[in-house]
């Protein structure tokens, strides 16, 4: 049986190919007709510019893809000091071993007004960071905060006990912080609500204060918003604008520059005037409440 060769457009192809189909087509000549030694010639030419062009069509999908991809890319200009000394804000940072070793020389000629430190993680990380930072801290007069980075492989408790056999709670220091975040695979609602009210309940039944919580507003309206009320502060994380909730300190960025400390570390402002900054100290105090 013979079969007519019909012409197809295929932008790829060279234009000597398709002028050949075309003539194939008007003169009416069979593709059963032609020497097989032109068909291969055909086949070849055709099956190699098919190859030429899934190249490019590669190359230009991965470019697009690239493109995509720097388009969603949220970028986060670096602060310095000179952007922050303008607005007339009560600033400071909190830094862990992740800052390595810290010239504090140098970070006392651009001295912080507040540091919260990194005590501890889980029930038995203790940061190796932690009691240099502090001292040297006190020692530049900054007012200092510890916290605890809170972990659900283990119960509130433990983790209380673990942060509590650390961190330092001495009069007229920031009060303890509670650092809540989320992870890849979060347990069910109920047993973080539940974890978190026994660390918080755990460190007041001991200090007699209430720790900061440390978290984004999602974090914050999902697990705490219903048992938190007004007894603990928070210290919200927001990198894109300024939170809607009532905040005593907001973390603006994670890209702050400032002399003495490799790299970057992060900024955060108090929300109020620097003598506001007392009713956020620890006193040692007897009357006590469960959360």
């Known amino acids: 049986m013979a079969f007519r060769l019909q012409t197809v457009s295929i932008s790829c192809t060279p234009y ?16 059963i007709t032609m020497p097989k030694r032109l068909i291969f010639i055909l086949c070849i030419v055709i099956f190699s510019q098919f190859s ?3 190249k490019k069509h590669h190359k230009t999908t991965h470019r697009r893809h690239k493109v995509t ?8 200009p670096t602060v310095t000091l000179n952007d922050v000394k303008p607005l007339g804000n009560v600033w400071g940072i ?5 800052q390595s070793d810290i010239n504090w020389a140098m970070l006392g000629e651009q001295k912080p007004n507040f540091m919260f430190i990194k005590a501890s993680e889980g029930i038995s990380n203790q940061d190796v960071k932690y009691l240099e930072n502090y001292n040297e801290a006190k020692k530049l007069g900054i007012l200092v905060g510890s916290y605890h980075y809170f972990s659900y492989k283990s119960t509130g408790k433990e983790q209380a ?6 961190a330092q709670h001495k009069d007229s220091d920031l009060l303890p912080v509670l650092d809540a975040e989320f992870t890849r695979k979060m347990p069910k609602k109920e047993l973080v609500i539940n974890e978190l009210a026994d660390f918080i309940n755990t460190i007041y039944e001991k200090l007699g204060h209430y720790p900061i919580v440390y978290c984004n507003s999602r974090y914050y309206n999902l697990y705490l918003k219903e048992k938190l009320s007004d007894k603990c502060k928070l210290w919200i994380v927001n990198y894109k604008e300024k939170p809607s909730c009532e905040w005593a300190f907001w973390q603006t960025t994670d890209r702050f520059k400032l002399q003495g400390i490799r790299g970057f570390v992060d900024l955060n ?8 900054l007392k009713d956020m100290l620890y006193h040692t105090t007897i009357t006590q409440q469960k959360f």
């Not at 991809?69 to 986060?76: D, E, F, L, M």
């Not at 909190?94 to 992740?98: A, L």
């Open 16 to 31: 000597p190919v398709l002028i050949y189909f075309f003539l194939i087509y008007q003169t009416n000549i069979y593709l």
């Open 52 to 54: 030429v062009f899934a």
């Open 69 to 76: 991809h720097k388009v969603h890319h949220i970028y986060q």
């Open 94 to 98: 909190d830094v862990s071993h992740h």
């Open 161 to 166: 006990k673990n942060f509590l056999s650390i």
């Open 269 to 276: 402002m108090f929300n109020g005037p620097l003598a506001n």
